[in-house]
């Protein structure tokens, strides 16, 4: 597999649009979970009983708004995909994932921050909010990997393309994708780690 950094003529650096999709979702998942546990001790303005249900409604609500937000953008991209070159080199999962990770540490550390001085007001709610996203997160990179299964290609974008975060895959930035085979890379569709065929 070509990696990151040993980039041939002419080519480009690629990503996989799945995974940096998902990397914040471990991240936002359990920072929630952490903030809801905690969040559950102070009674807060509203009481634990009113804290956990406003919780519970904001956890859907966010993991819809979450896994819906710029679908059309998306299918635009997909659409209109094109192959990947012979010289384009494929980035890692893992140099994806840390990219994405180290360029949202802070703003992750703020929302945990967050979601922890909220439950003195409503208790788990915000913690519950924050793992929202983080599952809209992985609905979305699921939902990715069903088309990329569907079309039978994985798919990609420039790394320069991302934003200097290593995020945004579908923003105003980014002008098209590119498609590989479906066993490029080191991912599986949906941008989840490839499972290796044991030996036999």
């Given at each position: 597999?070509?990696?990151?950094?040993?980039e041939g003529r002419g080519g480009?650096?690629?990503?996989?649009?799945?995974?940096?999709?998902?990397?914040?979702?471990?991240?936002?998942?359990?920072?929630?979970?952490?903030?809801?546990?905690?969040?559950?001790?102070?009674?807060?303005?509203?009481?634990?009983?009113?804290?956990?249900?406003?919780?519970?409604?904001?956890?859907?609500?966010?993991?819809?708004?979450?896994?819906?937000?710029?679908?059309?953008?998306?299918?635009?991209?997909?659409?209109?995909?094109?192959?990947?070159?012979?010289?384009?080199?494929?980035?890692?999962?893992?140099?994806?994932?840390?990219?994405?990770?180290?360029?949202?540490?802070?703003?992750?550390?703020?929302?945990?921050?967050?979601?922890?001085?909220?439950?003195?007001?409503?208790?788990?709610?915000?913690?519950?909010?924050?793992?929202?996203?983080?599952?809209?997160?992985?609905?979305?990179?699921?939902?990715?990997?069903?088309?990329?299964?569907?079309?039978?290609?994985?798919?990609?974008?420039?790394?320069?393309?991302?934003?200097?975060?290593?995020?945004?895959?579908?923003?105003?930035?980014?002008?098209?994708?590119?498609?590989?085979?479906?066993?490029?890379?080191?991912?599986?569709?949906?941008?989840?780690?490839?499972?290796t065929a044991a030996l036999v």
């Amino acid at each position: 597999m070509a990696r990151a950094g040993r980039e041939g003529r002419g080519g480009q650096g690629l990503a996989r649009v799945a995974v940096v999709v998902r990397a914040g979702a471990a991240p936002l998942w359990w920072s929630g979970v952490f903030a809801a546990g905690a969040g559950v001790l102070p009674p807060g303005f509203t009481g634990r009983r009113v804290g956990v249900m406003a919780g519970a409604a904001l956890f859907i609500a966010g993991a819809a708004v979450v896994a819906l937000t710029r679908r059309k953008r998306y299918i635009a991209l997909l659409h209109g995909a094109a192959r990947a070159g012979k010289h384009d080199v494929l980035q890692d999962r893992a140099v994806t994932v840390r990219n994405w990770r180290r360029g949202h540490r802070w703003w992750l550390l703020l929302a945990f921050a967050v979601a922890l001085g909220s439950a003195f007001v409503v208790p788990a709610a915000g913690g519950m909010l924050l793992a929202g996203t983080g599952t809209g997160l992985r609905l979305k990179a699921a939902w990715l990997g069903r088309r990329e299964r569907a079309g039978e290609q994985l798919v990609w974008l420039r790394v320069d393309w991302l934003d200097r975060r290593g995020g945004r895959p579908a923003g105003k930035a980014v002008k098209a994708y590119r498609g590989t085979g479906i066993a490029a890379g080191d991912a599986a569709p949906g941008g989840a780690r490839r499972r290796t065929a044991a030996l036999v």
